[in-house]
């Protein structure tokens, strides 16, 4: 099956800049899509098809996805951004597949 | 709104089976599919497997193949995923997800609250 390989924690300080990658053999050639967990709660769609945001979602989050990356980036972090957030892709042996997870922690 | 509302936390012993449902609403059901998610405490999440609401076809996780069925009741706009001969490492939260399946790929758009699901003797 295909993996994604995602940084264990990434930290940052309010107001900074927060890239969380997501690395694949050629993920450039797929959609990638993100998802945001806070503790106790069930996932929700941040990023889409690589960089689409749904209805809800602050612009402050965005996606791009080349190579053998793709990058979930959230601008000007608040405390509120603190969650696991987790890639996912379709993979052509036909099943749907989800990065490790990345905690992100607000300094 | 879309909402999908699933049934509650269960307790089963090792070997047993355990079905959880998903009924949805905010959106005509056979128009999308149900993925489900599951997530064993403090880990990532796994997918399950798919079922069509508009055809019943499915699309299981080859490592769930001949243990889980996932079906879905179009007249009450809900779907079931039912797991057997439990083992404790299928402990875990349970989601129902809406799915999209396009050209670009399958992506999970609205999530159920979740079912724990405590496999113990």
């Known amino acids: 099956s295909y993996v994604l390989t995602q940084p264990p924690s990434v930290s940052v300080a309010p107001g900074q800049t927060a890239r969380i990658t997501c690395g694949g053999n050629n993920i450039g050639s797929k959609s990638v899509h993100w998802y945001q967990q806070k503790p106790g709660q069930a996932p929700v769609l941040v990023v889409y098809?690589?960089?689409d945001r749904p209805s809800g979602i602050p612009e402050r989050f965005s996606g791009s996805n080349s190579g053998n990356t793709a990058t979930l980036t959230i601008s000007r972090v608040e405390a509120g951004d603190e969650a696991d957030y987790y890639c996912q892709v379709w993979d052509s042996s036909s099943e749907l597949g989800f990065g490790g997870g990345t905690k992100l922690t607000v300094l | 709104q879309v909402q999908l509302v699933q049934s509650g936390a269960e307790v089963k012993k090792p070997g047993a089976s355990v079905k959880v449902s998903c009924k949805a609403s905010g959106y005509t059901f056979t128009s999308y599919g149900i993925s489900w998610v599951r997530q064993a405490p403090g880990q990532g999440l796994e997918w399950m497997g798919w079922i069509s609401a508009y055809n019943g076809n499915t699309n299981y996780a080859q490592k769930l193949q001949g243990r889980v069925t996932m079906t879905t009741d179009t007249s009450t706009s809900t779907a079931y995923m039912e797991l057997r001969s439990l083992r404790s490492d299928d402990t875990a939260v349970y989601y129902c997800?809406?799915?999209?399946?396009?050209?670009?790929?399958?992506?999970?758009?609205?999530w159920g609250q979740g079912t724990l699901v405590t496999v113990s003797s």
């Open positions: 098809d690589d960089s």
């Open positions: 997800a809406r799915t999209h399946t396009g050209s670009s790929g399958w992506y999970l758009d609205y």
